[in-house]
């Protein structure tokens, strides 16, 4: 017996095959044939109370268990008060928390806020509006946990869910292959309808985009009717034209290749659904002045009759002229009043026509803003650890804040909706660091409706360039890329006819492609230069359904997703959320992302030229099996002397 053997030995027990077996037949590595990774850089999420556990005793628990990386995920007890990190973890908690981490030289990266906070704009998905009180709410919440990480951990990662507000996946512009043909399709109500916002109230309008209008508008140039073509009684005359959905969309799409005209098809659906309305309301202006004016000279022409000497009326004629006169001037109020009454509606028409903005770049524009206000605070807060832990000796880190890439149902959980997000939220906090006035959510300066005065930016800096201003929004505005809300996307991934059979594809077909645009879009984001990304949460499922199996236990590329980060210099945090399978066994959130990695586990117990342990070959021995061993071992194997009356020799 070799002493590799030996030493392979002392890591399985009897009730292990390998016990018995040379060591060119132990098990093959799975995962990478070169571990790039160590365990300690594998960690887990641990919830911030679990049961009747609370923060500190669930973090100790996941450092006893071997985790050496911890993600926080904010999930407070059903009795607990307040709804944010601040209310609700005193300065004790912290402060033991921080002396956990330090004397176990665990890394605690960050902190996942719970689900309860969707987003950063105010969306709320009951009333279907933005409400400016809920993104102050929001952004209170984000800025408390800002302080926690700096407090517990000298730094770290502040993570919020983004599910920013419904949007469709059908029609989305990144919906397209290389062929140009749709990727994903969507069965579902949202599909159906498209959102304005009306920027006055937050509140939302919808279009329904199964309804057709007929307008007075060429279907293939999209000009108005000339004069001829409107008039019945001309030769050219027309018929009013039916416009369906998809013709809004062409008619957007030319408008946007032109430079003019409203750039989307729900503004020009709703803007000629209210011009309509808009020239209705004219006409009755009109016809309501013309009467007023045609009232006017009735009285005018009648006071005449009243004074003209040649006409010698009667008495009773020219009490009758008087009373025809009372009746034209109240009805000559009546039409300016009418008048007025239309071009009220008119302007208030107008106005709300005007107001409306697509959902996407009204809310996209409210989260990018409250995530920049949120990097500012981000910067500042590293500012103060930076300053408080100077002649303390302990390793500071930038504290970063950012979208977690969210679900297929909202906006943020495509990965270009992902990126676009970050990168709007970092121009956004140029802006507020380099702008000496006050901007609105659409780069506009804010005036002062009572003092038409512009108001000055707090956060405006005169000593900081913007190139600077640019460095730090790239350091504190990141996102977490979970793996999991990408495999989700599964469920919308459309199949393809099999070229051999003319039928729909298999099942591992779908998955294989699938998988395919999956690690295109991992290898997209890892090799970004623009470092949009601060953590990796690895989360595996069986299906399209939002799961958390461990890595490897699902059927998504979850580990390669890390590797592709890592071998391009990838240097945040990498956590499994793989907490489904721990009524399987404890720990294997954290054992099986292990075993996927390969990572090496020391060289063995005597000496230098043993070889090097991986994972896998010590995992199910040591650290305890999910099944029974499917032999019989020991004093519960029979002698060799006992036969069965079939005489067939047991195994």
Not at 162 to 177: H, I, L, M, Q, T
Not at 362 to 381: C, K, T, V
Not at 433 to 444: A, I, R, V, W, Y
Not at 547 to 559: A, K, S
């Amino acid at each position: 017996m070799t002493g590799a053997y030996t030493i392979r030995n002392k890591y399985f027990t009897p009730m292990d095959k390998e016990y018995h077996l040379p060591i060119n037949t132990l098990p093959a590595q799975s995962g990478l044939d070169k571990s790039i990774f160590s365990i300690k850089e594998l960690g887990e999420t641990v919830p911030e109370s679990l049961g009747g556990s609370n923060i500190i005793q669930t973090t100790q628990a996941a450092i006893r268990g071997g985790a050496g990386t911890i993600q926080l995920i904010a999930f407070p007890a059903q009795d607990a008060v307040g709804r944010t990190l601040g209310a609700r973890i005193g300065k004790e908690v912290r402060e033991t928390l921080k002396e956990l981490h330090m004397a176990n030289d665990v890394n605690i990266a960050g902190i996942e806020l719970p689900n309860s906070l969707r987003n950063l704009n105010g969306f709320d998905y009951q009333q279907r509006a933005f409400t400016d009180d809920e993104r102050k709410r929001g952004l209170q919440e984000v800025k408390d946990a800002i302080k926690f990480v700096g407090d517990v951990m000298n730094g770290g990662d502040v993570d919020v869910i983004s599910w920013e507000f419904p949007r469709a996946v059908n029609d989305a512009s990144w919906n397209k292959g290389k062929d140009g043909k749709k990727l994903f399709e969507r069965e579902s109500e949202q599909e159906k309808v498209a959102f304005l916002v009306d920027t006055r109230s937050g509140r939302t309008a919808s279009v329904q985009k199964d309804d057709v209008q007929f307008l007075p508008v060429d279907p293939t140039t999209f000009k108005p009717f000339t004069e001829e073509e409107l008039d019945p009684d001309s030769s050219k005359h027309k018929d009013l034209q039916p416009f369906n959905w998809n013709k809004f969309e062409e008619w957007a799409k030319k408008n946007r290749d032109l430079g003019s005209g409203p750039k989307t098809a729900e503004e020009l659906y709703v803007q000629e659904q209210l011009r309509a309305q808009i020239d209705q309301l004219k006409n009755s202006r009109l016809r309501s002045e013309e009467f007023a004016r045609d009232a006017q000279e009735r009285i005018k022409d009648n006071d005449k009759k009243l004074t003209d000497p040649d006409l010698d009326l009667s008495d009773e004629e020219k009490k009758e002229i008087q009373k025809t006169n009372e009746r034209l001037k109240a009805h000559r109020v009546e039409y300016l009043q009418s008048a007025a009454a239309s071009l009220q509606n008119l302007k208030d028409l107008e106005v709300r026509r005007d107001s409306y903005k697509p959902l996407n770049e009204y809310g996209i524009a409210l989260s990018a803003n409250s995530y920049a206000e949120a990097g500012i605070e981000a910067l500042r807060e590293t500012q103060v650890v930076a300053e408080r832990e100077a002649t303390s000796g302990q390793k500071v880190r930038d504290v970063t804040v950012g979208p977690e890439i969210g679900w297929p149902d909202y906006y943020g959980g495509h990965p270009q909706e992902f990126k676009e997000l970050i990168l709007e939220a970092r121009k956004k906090m140029v802006n507020l660091l380099t702008s000496k006035h006050l901007l609105d959510e659409f780069g506009n300066v804010k005036v002062d409706p009572n003092t038409k005065q512009t108001s000055l930016n707090p956060f405006f800096d005169p000593d900081l360039k913007p190139e600077e201003a640019q460095e730090r929004a790239k350091k504190h505005i990141k996102g977490v890329f979970d793996t999991g809300h990408l495999g989700m996307w599964l469920a919308n991934f459309k199949y393809e006819k099999d070229e051999q059979t003319s039928q729909r594809e298999s099942e591992q077909k779908h998955i294989e492609r699938f998988n395919k645009w999956f690690e295109k879009e991992v290898k997209e984001l890892a090799e970004d230069p623009r470092e949009l990304v601060s953590g990796i949460q690895l989360v595996d499922s069986n299906s399209a359904a939002h799961g958390h199996l461990p890595p490897g236990e699902g059927i998504f590329p979850v580990f390669k997703t890390a590797k592709m980060f890592k071998e391009k210099g990838f240097t945040g945090f990498i956590v499994s959320e793989g907490h489904e399978e721990e009524r399987f066994g404890k720990g294997r959130i954290r054992t099986k992302l292990w075993e996927q990695a390969g990572a090496p586990i020391g060289k063995g117990y005597f000496g230098q030229s043993a070889m090097p342990l991986r994972w896998n070959h010590v995992a199910q021995g040591y650290f305890g099996k999910t099944y029974s061993p499917l032999f019989m071992f020991g004093s519960y194997s029979p002698s060799n002397e006992f036969k069965l009356w079939s005489e067939i020799p047991l195994e």
